[in-house]
C-alpha cells in the first residue's frame, strides 16, 4: 500500500488549520533566519571594532597564542618536583627562579611544611571557612524568605533583596574593596567569599524550602507548634539533604574563588600562582598548578564521598 493511500483525507477545516500552521512554521523559521544573521552581523562588527581598538591586534596576535606554553617547560623535569617540595636545584644560581629551599614553614629543626603545601591549606582554610559561614547565614536567611514559610512581605521582600545585593558582585570584587579597608591577608577573602556565599546559597536554599511538602508543617501547625518548631521538625529534615548537597558543592566553587582571590593579595595559593607565571618561573609554575589540580580533584571526590555518608547509599541507587 502506498504512502498516500494510508494518509488519512483531511477535512476542508483541517486542510485549512494545516496551510495555517504550514504559513507560521515559515514565518518562525524565516525570522530565526534573520535573528540569526543579524547576530552574526553584531558578533563580526564587534570583533572587528574590539580588533581596531586593540592596540596588540588581536587578530594579527592569533597565529602566537601558543607561543606562551614554550615559557612553561622546564629546564629539567625533575625541577618541578623540587619545587613542589622545596628541595634544593643544581641549577641553583642565586636567582629566585630556583630558590625553591626558600619559604618552608619548618615546624622542627629537620621537618618542614613545603611552601607550596602550606599557601594550598591557607586556601582550603579560606573556602572551608566561608563555606561554613556563608551556609549558617543563607540557613538562617532562606527560611525567611521562602514564601510558604514567611507569609509577610515586609520580611520576605527584604530579605530577599538583601541575598540578591550579596551575590551581584563577584568574589573578587567584594575581595578589592574589604582588602583596601583591611589591608593584605586572608581575613579579607574569608569575608569576600562569605559574603557571595551568603547570597547564593540563600538563593538555592530558599527555593528548595518552597518545594517542600508542607503537609508536616501542617500537623505541626494544628497542635499549636510555633514559626521556629514548624521550621526545625517539619521543614528541616525533608531540606537538609539538598541543603548539603548545595553547601558542598558550593566549597568546591570557593576553593576556585579563594585562589583567584589570592592572586591579588587574598592569601593562600593563588599569589604564588600569579608570581610564577608572571616572572616565567616554569618549574614553579607548573608544581602549583598540578598541586591545585590535585587539590581540586580531592575535595570533589572528598565532597561525593560525605553528600553519601550524609544522604546514604540508598539516594543513589536506580530504581528498578
Known amino acids: 500500500m502506498s504512502l498516500s493511500a494510508r494518509l488519512p483525507v483531511l477535512s476542508e477545516r483541517g486542510a485549512i488549520v494545516e496551510q495555517h500552521w504550514n504559513a507560521l512554521a515559515r514565518t518562525r523559521r524565516l525570522y530565526t533566519l534573520m535573528g540569526v544573521l543579524v547576530l552574526l552581523v553584531a558578533l563580526s562588527g564587534s570583533l572587528w571594532f574590539a580588533n581596531e581598538t586593540n592596540s596588540g591586534k588581536f587578530f594579527n596576535r592569533l597565529p602566537h597564542v601558543l607561543d606562551f606554553t614554550e615559557t612553561l617547560i622546564p629546564r629539567d623535569g625533575m625541577d618541578v618536583w623540587r619545587a613542589l617540595f622545596d628541595l634544593p636545584s643544581p641549577y641553583d644560581d642565586g636567582s629566585l627562579k630556583y630558590n625553591y ?3 618552608r614553614l619548618y615546624i622542627t629543626h629537620d621537618l618542614y611544611i613545603p611552601k607550596y603545601f602550606y599557601k594550598m591549606l591557607e586556601t582550603l582554610n579560606i573556602a572551608i571557612v566561608s563555606t561554613l559561614l556563608g551556609g549558617l547565614l543563607g540557613f538562617a536567611l532562606s527560611f525567611m524568605a521562602a514564601r510558604n514559610m514567611m507569609s509577610s512581605r515586609l520580611i520576605r521582600w527584604p530579605v530577599r533583596r538583601f541575598m540578591e545585593i550579596l551575590r551581584a558582585f563577584p568574589e573578587v570584587v567584594i575581595a578589592g574593596f574589604c582588602l583596601a579597608i583591611l589591608s593584605l591577608g586572608p581575613i579579607p577573602a574569608m569575608i569576600a567569599v562569605s559574603v557571595h556565599t551568603i547570597g547564593a546559597l540563600g538563593k538555592l536554599f530558599f527555593e528548595v524550602v518552597e518545594n517542600a511538602d508542607m503537609k508536616p508543617d501542617e500537623g505541626l501547625r494544628a497542635v499549636g507548634a510555633t514559626w521556629l518548631e514548624r521550621v526545625w521538625f517539619g521543614i528541616v529534615p525533608q531540606v537538609m539533604p539538598n541543603f548539603i548537597s548545595y553547601a558542598l558543592l558550593r566549597m568546591e566553587i570557593n576553593v576556585r574563588a579563594s585562589t583567584i582571590i589570592g592572586a591579588v593579595g587574598g592569601g593562600g595559593i593563588g599569589e604564588p600562582l600569579r ?21 581540586v ?24
Open 101 to 103: 629551599t626558600e619559604g
Open 297 to 320: 580533584i580531592a575535595v570533589d571526590q572528598f565532597s561525593a564521598w560525605l553528600r553519601r555518608k550524609l544522604v546514604g547509599e540508598q539516594a543513589f541507587h536506580a530504581v528498578a
Open 275 to 295: 608570581l610564577a607565571i608572571s616572572q616565567g618561573h616554569a618549574a614553579k609554575t607548573i608544581a602549583i598548578v598540578m598541586l591545585l589540580l590535585s587539590t
